[in-house]
């Protein structure tokens, strides 16, 4: 596991990683393992340097960075199943700077045939319900790790399912929030913690209703909006 984090920082440093993900990928280590058992420690490790203050804020900035592009330059060569005629909208809600998680979750479900409506980090509420109502997805996943008003965040979680479920929408949520989810959270769908979680939770909305007919698919399957 220390060499795998290690790896992470070694090679941003180095712009290698994109070669790093695509030898893994070529050599049959799946998507999610990458995201779970590479990505993730590796960057969990860089995060706790900084906190430590072993690292600086632009070491963090650029792992992430450099992380984020080279994942957008292997999805080209990512196999992707035959499209579903679902979509799905993901957004990173409030403050959240971080989407680095959201973006691997995108991935998995344009890998698995999906169309992907991407918002990105610091999306207010507004634009992911007007967003919500003029795609109607099938899936509606947000990412909330920071939380300034912990009671008006989780409101905020309320108002988003209600409006996903007038669209016919299933409501997931992803980031440290779901530790803080009241044990009554029934407004929540399903929770997310892992890029693994994220394709068994496609994997089981296969079982379910057949899917609809979309739009015109872009080259990626991935708009971000």
């Not at 596991?1 to 280590?29: N, T, W």
């Not at 632009?58 to 984020?68: L, N, P, V």
């Not at 007919?213 to 872009?218: I, S």
Request: proline content about 4%; hydrophobic content about 40%.
């Amino acid at each position: 596991r220390r060499q795998r984090q290690m790896c992470i920082r070694d090679r941003a440093e180095e712009d290698g990683l994109f070669p790093f993900f695509s030898y893994l990928y070529e050599h049959k280590v799946a998507l999610w393992e990458i995201f779970d058992m590479v990505i993730r420690p590796g960057m969990h490790e860089i995060g706790e340097r900084w906190m430590k203050g072993e690292l600086g804020v632009d070491d963090e900035h650029r792992a992430s960075a450099r992380t984020a592009e080279a994942l957008s330059r292997l999805l080209p060569n990512v196999l992707i199943k035959p499209e579903k005629g679902r979509a799905a909208l993901l957004a990173a809600i409030g403050e959240e700077l971080h989407d680095l998680g959201l973006r691997c979750a995108a991935y998995i479900f344009e890998s698995e045939g999906w169309r992907v409506h991407y918002l990105g980090a610091r999306t207010p509420k507004d634009a992911v319900l007007s967003t919500m109502r003029k795609a109607s997805p099938d899936v509606v996943a947000v990412s909330l790790s920071i939380s300034e008003d912990g009671g008006s965040r989780m409101e905020d979680l309320r108002e988003l399912a209600a409006a996903a479920r007038e669209v016919g929408a299933e409501f997931a949520v992803g980031g440290r929030v779901v530790s803080r989810l009241p044990a009554d959270a029934g407004f929540v769908d399903q929770t997310l913690t892992s890029s693994k979680d994220v394709l068994d939770y496609i994997r089981r909305l296969k079982r379910h209703n057949g899917a609809r007919t979309g739009g015109a698919r872009p080259r990626n399957g991935i708009t971000e909006e």
